[in-house]
Every structure is written in C-alpha cells, then in structure tokens.
C-alpha cells in the first residue's frame, strides 16, 4: 500500500483510530479508554491526531510504522543532543521567506500572522511547531517574532505551559495571534495534557515587542509573563477544540473576544457527541474572563467559529453548523453569524449567511490530495460608504461524486449590511481547479483582500499548490482588476514533507493587511533540511511569511 492511499485511509479512520488509544501504558497500569471515538477524531484537530501518530509510532498503520519507530529513535537523540543540525537549503528567491529558525527538519503547519498597525516592523506568526516532539513538557504551538518588518525573526519558541488547580498544561496547537492597539502582542491555542488529553482548555498569552526580542526564546515563560485558561474542560469526556480569538475596542474599552468548539463524548457509538461553540470575553490584561456564554443554541454538530471585533465595536461570531455528519448522511453545512453589541457580552440572533450543500466534508477529501481538509469559513468587517459591512468566504466544492470526494472547490464570499439579515449574492473568487483555505482581511484604510491555497498551475493533476492574493472592491465584492497575485513563484508539493507526508498540512493560513500591504501566512516544502540530522538533506515543512503590495 503506498503512502498516498494510507493518508487517504489515515483521514476515513486510521488516524482517529491510533489517537483513540490517547494513552501509552505508564509504570505498569492499565491503559485508560479515550472519551472519544474514531468519528469524533475524525471530526476534531488533526494537528492532535499526529502529534499522538507521529510521538507513539506502534499506534501508526502498519505501512508506516517503520517510518515512525525510526523518527521516534532520531526524536529521542535530538532531545539528548546528540545529533548534527544542518543550515537551510533551497529556499526560492521572491517575497516569501523561511520564518523560522528550525533547524531540525521537524514541520511547522497551520499558520497564523498579526502585526502592529502603529509600529508594523513588529510581526508575530505563530504555527504548529513539531519541534515540540522534543520538548520535555510536549508544548507544540510555535511562535516567531520579528522587529525588522519581516525580513528576519528575531526571537522565537514553543508557547509555555498555563497553570490549571496547580498542574502545568502545555501548549497543544491550533495558533491564533492578535495585537492591540498599543502593540501588546497576544498568543493563543488549544492546551492539554499530551498523555491522557484531560485536563484540556483553551490558552490566551500576552507579551509585547521589546519583551519577545530580549527574553530567552524557547519555552521560557519570561517571554509570556501573562497566560491563562480560559476555559477548561470540566471533566475527560469534553475537549475544547478550534479557538480564535480576536483583540480590538469594544465600545467599552479593549477587550479580548475568544471562540471555541466544547466536544462533549457521549458513548458508545463513533459518532455518539455532541458539539457546541462557546465564547468567553477577557479583560486585555487576562486577568478577568467572563464565564463560558454557549452562542450556538441547540446546534449539536458544529465546528470552526470565526471571531471579528468590528471596526464598529461590535463582535462578529460566524461558525459552521454540520448536518448528515452523525446520521451518516452527506453533509451540508449551514454557515451561521451572530452579533453582540459594543459594550454587551449578550448576542443577538442568529441569522444565515449561507446553507453551503456541497461542503468540503470531515473525513473527505479533495480529488488529487491526501491531505486533511474541510470547508471553514472566515469573516471580517470593514467600514463601506459609511456603513458597516461583515464579509464571510468559505470554499465550497463544484462536484462531490460519492458524497466525500471534492472536485474543484470554489472561493465564495457574500457581504451582509444589516447584521445578517439579508445577504449578497454570492461572488466566486477563485479561477478554476481546486481552491481551498481561504482567509480575509480588512484594515481601517478600506482594503480588503482574500487568499487560499489553489492548485490552477498544476494544469494536469490539480495536486500541487501555490498561495493566490486577491484584493477585492468592498463596494462590490468583486475582485479589482490587474489585483490576483500568485504569492508562490515556485508551485509547491504539499506531499513533500518527510515525517507528514502528504497526511496534514494544516486547517487553515492567515492573511493580514495594512496600509496597502499584505501579509500571507502559509506552509510550504521549499526548504531542505537533514531530518534532526541524518540523511541527506530534503524537503520539508516550513512556515512562510510573505510580504506583497495589494
């Protein structure tokens, strides 16, 4: 069996299957049962998944569980320090560097980007970061700073453990980075217990410019001296899943807006859960969180809440509300917003932004890639004509032959002007083949631009892939003429990686805008690298920043 059929395998199950395990025996006792099942893995963050795959290798589908043990063996050598790191190599001239200083050969997926409006030489990005494979506390959610307005990092790590009742629980994945208006720097993600998944939250962190470039790196905690939960979970059979967070004034001085998925196990069966979205606002110093306020009513099956604070102090909240998925049915998503007013915690109803009925689905995938993939919409908000605009773009697919199969999903985007109430037509973005992974940004000069992943340069297959920028006319929505770029002048092949393959490449990138500028976020396998020393040196997973004029 090759690799391409047991990635595809991986996502129907195999993946959900070895993380179900959770556990390793310690000290003699008997493995705990994992709270989940292979459908509810299936439907949670697969950056969870591998972390277990990729750290427990006897877990791993036969096929590859040589390629695993031997990881596993060059894991365990890197951490006593024992190998020979090499330099980077490879990487393409253009607007898109390396933003890390990862000489391991370990990935990083999954990216996030923010930058200071007042001072943009400060840039924070943030990713899945396996190096923490070889952290002693399993802290994975990476972060890279830079002072020079992107053209180095200056400074960077594995976000450190939160406290919870007096235990440390590491950083666990799934980045989210904001800045404030006065440049303090915030950094978040999913936290749990790597062994037994419990106790398990969502961890905000605080920083600012000149303590990220003089503080040791790392996991030191000096470098975010302000971090909580949160949330946690109440007890083994939740799992709090898919933050985002945003930072901004809310009519009532600044605040932080965060959003997450509560997975509640409820047994016996693969797809016997439940799943709501909560949100939770904080004081900007983190010392003060409002409780958990449930927003997605009785929706049972949802997943990928979006948080915006609007140019208008209000907070937008967009998430995805699943039907079929647990009666086996093909699934259609309902894409869903509400609004809670400037000064309020409280939010208003819940309005449609669209019933998207061909889906990228969870445990689907797109025609020609392996990789992990489903459709997540992502909104901002901008000031048009005066008025107050939310936009929303989801990639949605064009066929789906036997319910789970994506051919060339489109990027789709609609505008609301009245809360949601009533909603444009949608307008498609992308120009044919397979477009996925789309993120908006808006700053307050009224730009406004869109990118995603799309494989239109790979004529045959519709495989590999590059990043496409578009910025877009906020009056119309449609893109402005002479304004597509492709960000990757090398097309990129996201099988490339070395220990992933083409299993994971992440849920989602991020872009940024400002003044005229945009920040794209993503990950690519230009770079060559010795796999934490050995070999010879080959592609692997990177995280970029590109930098372009809209």
């Given amino acids: 069996m090759d690799r391409g059929t047991v990635s595809r395998l991986a996502r129907l199950g195999l993946v959900a299957l070895a993380v179900s395990l959770v556990a390793m025996p310690a000290h003699g006792l008997e493995e705990p049962r994992s709270p989940f099942a292979s459908g509810q893995w299936g439907h949670l963050s697969q950056s969870v998944a591998v972390r277990y795959w990729v750290a427990h290798p006897m877990r791993a589908p036969s096929s590859l569980r040589s390629r695993f043990e031997a990881a596993n063996r060059a894991i365990a050598l890197g951490r006593s320090g024992r190998v020979t790191l090499s330099a980077t190599t490879g990487a393409p001239e253009g607007p898109a560097i390396v933003f890390n200083r990862d000489h391991t050969g370990l990935p990083q997926n999954e990216e996030s980007v923010t930058v200071c409006r007042n001072s943009p030489q400060n840039i924070l990005v943030g990713a899945n970061d396996y190096r923490g494979l070889l952290d002693p506390q399993g802290n994975i959610t990476g972060w890279y700073f830079s002072n020079t307005g992107g053209k180095s990092v200056q400074n960077e790590g594995l976000l450190p453990p939160v406290s919870l009742d007096g235990l440390e629980v590491p950083s666990g994945g799934d980045p989210v980075m904001a800045a404030d208006s006065s440049c303090n720097l915030f950094a978040g993600g999913l936290a749990f217990e790597p062994q037994f998944m419990f106790p398990n939250g969502i961890g905000i962190y605080r920083s600012s410019p000149a303590t990220l470039a003089s503080c040791p790196g790392g996991t030191s905690p000096a470098c975010w001296p302000s971090r909580r939960l949160v949330a946690a979970a109440p007890d083994p059979t939740h799992f709090l899943d898919k933050p985002w967070f945003d930072v901004g004034d809310t009519g009532d001085g600044e605040h932080v807006w965060i959003t997450y998925t509560d997975f509640t196990a409820t047994g016996p069966g693969p797809l016997d859960f439940t799943a709501s979205l909560f949100a939770v606002r904080c004081t900007p110093d983190l010392a003060t969180c409002t409780a958990p306020i449930l927003v997605s009513g009785s929706d049972q099956d949802v997943q990928f ?246």
């Fill in 305 to 550: 809440g979006d948080m915006t604070i609007g140019p208008d102090g209000r907070t937008y909240l967009t998430w995805v509300a699943v039907s079929g998925e647990l009666e086996g049915l093909p699934q259609q998503f309902t894409i869903k917003m509400r609004v809670a007013d400037a000064g309020s915690t409280d939010f208003g109803p819940t309005e449609v932004v669209d019933v998207e009925a061909l889906p990228i689905p969870f445990n689907g995938f797109l025609h020609a890639d392996d990789f992990r993939v489903s459709t997540y919409p992502k909104s901002t908000v901008a000031t048009v004509n005066g008025q107050t605009r939310v936009f929303v773009v989801w990639d949605g697919c064009k066929f789906r032959p036997l319910a789970s199969i994506c051919e060339e999903p489109r990027i789709e985007l609609r505008y609301s002007d009245d809360d949601g109430a009533t909603w444009s037509p949608i307008r498609i973005l992308s120009k044919g083949a397979d477009n996925y992974f789309p993120t908006i940004a808006a700053d307050p000069s009224g730009d406004l631009a869109v990118a995603w992943y799309t494989s239109r340069f790979d004529l045959l297959y519709h495989n590999t892939q590059d990043a496409e920028l578009v910025a877009l006319d906020p009056a119309t929505g449609q893109v402005l003429a002479g304004h597509r770029q492709r960000v990757t002048r090398v097309t990129n092949e996201p099988e490339a990686d070395s220990t992933l393959g083409g299993i994971f490449i992440g849920d989602y990138i991020e872009l940024f805008v400002d003044r005229g500028t945009a920040y794209v976020g993503f990950n690519a396998n230009y770079a060559k690298k010795n796999l934490l020393g050995k070999g010879h040196p080959v592609a692997q997973q990177d995280d970029y920043l590109a930098i372009l004029p809209l």
